[in-house]
């Protein structure tokens, strides 16, 4: 599995994460050591690529806020230019634990797109109301679409294999939630083998939590905009990656 690793890319996106950013890094090359990173800077007006940099990471500096779909594409383009197999999505503030990556990527072994669930037995995140009713019905949809028993299709905590990688580099979504909701009806649509592995998530380290509780009914009415659109896409547009 050490091989697999070696050509694996974490990928960071990061806004203003500069309280956080850091330690995730140095937690990612403790848990893997020699391990590459890329932070993609989404247009940060705090310290953020100063400090990813000076903690051993690669950084993409973007001029403006292009969204977590859009950080990610350019880190799905830079794995293909670089030569790596796998990306793994990895958040900057540090509720993700890098610990985990390990069982993401040797899941790969069996399937395209790994999500990492966190209502799948580990730890103890929770969510209630508009938001948990969101998340229901989009993991009754979406594994539908998958042919696969999906619990937590808005984890954003994902290892993508190569048929996924090359897929993503030229089709991933930018909007808001497409990057979690539509990636996951783009990759099946196109064939990929869509899994979870159960993992514990954290409390961020630092900043401020992109959800707040007074925005749970608009979170609601986007993610069933955002799989609206998804199932609307033509099944026609959509190839998947090579072997």
Known sequence: MQLALDRTLIVMPALNEAGSVGEVIREVFISLPGATVLVVDDGSTDATTAVARAAGATVATLP???GVGGAMRLGFRYAID?????????DSDGQHDPASIRQLVEALGGADLVIGAR??????????GPRQW??????????RSAG????????GYRASG????????????????????????????????????????????AGVPSHH?????AYLARACLALVFALARPASSIQAGSS
């Open 64 to 66: 403006f806020n292009l």
């Open 162 to 205: 190569p048929r996924a990688v090359a897929l993503f580099a030229a089709q991933y979504p930018a909007e808001y939630l497409g990057d979690t909701i539509e990636a996951l009806v783009i990759a099946a649509r196109a064939g990929c083998v869509i899994t979870q592995v159960p993992v514990a998530m954290r409390k961020r380290q």
């Open 148 to 155: 696969t028993p999906l619990t937590d299709t808005t984890s």
């Open 119 to 128: 209502f799948a037995g580990e730890g103890d995140y929770r969510v209630r």
């Open 82 to 90: 670089r030569g790596f197999d796998n990306v793994v999505q990895l």
């Open 213 to 217: 509780p007074f925005r749970a009914a």
């Open 134 to 143: 969101a998340m229901r019905v989009l993991a009754a949809v979406l594994s």
